[in-house]
């Protein structure tokens, strides 16, 4: 009986050792002998391997009989400003994250056009393919020819211009926010995420586009360049469906690099900054078409925001 017992304790050793050697080969650089020839070292000290297992969390249910009070609101947030500057960082660019999904069919693509069915262009109706989804970026198409033995033409195509993540500054966000009477919790909710096109300054120059806040960019953040066109957008994702790509690209950190946010969590703790660009209002108005100047834009999409906050706290009022 002893000796089974001592062959299960050195078997049980034996296996914790081999777990925790592992662990260090995964995590660690701590080599002593020559790396093998087509295996490459550790690159740094922690590797985050866990990345495509992670799952959405699940929102708290929510029963429309509960639902006590929503209200609409549309968000716009600028990667210029430092404290969204994580969503365009080289090491995992929100956009190209978005368009290689789009592209390889992985998430769709919701046309934001305006129809008497859908007014605002937002209510993910109608699907975009992958050539319309290039081609909602604008820029001119390149004409290729094919030439024979002897230099002469032979076939011609045009192939749309290349897509540049680095173009999209800004992204609308669609959200309800909610007030569930049966856990006494208001809270958002994301609906739809779009990125903005901006025009070029040239082709547009003559056409009156303003921003939505016209020198916002310079209120919020003081080396951003001031708009001054509008921006439009280029399609329209569905944030639940998004989620579940959106948990397995890691979200980089200005501070720490072991902070192991995914985008869904950064989206979901709503780690940016943001101004209101539209409510939902019975005339259908944005905030741009009954306020001229850009300073007044301002106040009016912080008024909105203190408004949300307010009616939470009365909630709590005695």
């Known amino acids: 009986m002893i000796m089974k017992n001592l062959i299960t304790f050195t078997i049980l050793v034996l296996l914790f050792s081999a777990n925790l050697v592992s662990a260090q080969q995964a995590n660690l650089s701590n080599s002593t002998t020559p790396i093998p020839l087509g295996e490459p ?7 985050k391997t866990d990345l495509q297992d992670r799952k959405v969390m699940e929102y708290a249910r929510v029963r429309p009989e509960d639902v006590a009070y929503v209200h609409r609101i549309w968000q716009e947030f600028d990667l210029r400003d430092e404290a969204n500057s994580i969503y365009a960082s080289p090491r995992s660019n929100l956009m190209q994250i978005i368009m290689d999904a789009v592209m390889a069919g992985e998430l769709t693509a919701y046309d934001p056009t305006p129809t008497a069915d859908d007014p605002t262009g937002d209510s993910f109706k109608t699907v975009l393919l992958s050539d319309q989804v290039l081609g909602r970026f604008g820029g001119d198409s390149t004409l290729v020819e094919q030439y024979d033995e002897d230099g002469n033409v032979i076939s011609s195509h045009f192939e749309p211009a290349s897509f540049n993540p ?13 007030f569930d009477k049966n856990r006494s919790v208001f809270e958002v909710r994301i609906v739809g995420i779009a990125p903005l096109v901006t025009p070029k300054t040239d082709q547009f120059a003559s056409s009156g586009f303003s921003d939505e806040f016209g020198t916002l960019p310079e209120a919020i953040n003081q080396s951003a360049p001031i708009m001054d066109i509008d921006a439009y957008p280029a399609f329209w994702i569905y944030f639940p469906e998004a989620r579940h790509l959106l948990v397995t690209k890691d979200a980089p950190s200005r501070l720490n690099d072991a902070s192991g946010l995914s985008y869904d969590d950064v989206f979901t703790r709503r780690l940016f900054t943001s101004y209101v660009v539209k409510e939902e209002r019975a005339d259908g108005l944005r905030i741009k078409d009954y306020i001229a100047d850009g300073m007044g834009r301002l106040y009016e999409s912080e008024r909105i925001k203190k408004a949300l906050v307010e009616f939470e706290q009365k909630r709590w009022s005695y």
């Open 41 to 47: 070292p550790v690159d740094g000290f922690l590797i």
């Open 166 to 178: 680095e173009d999209i500054v800004r992204f609308r966000i669609k959200e309800d926010w909610i």
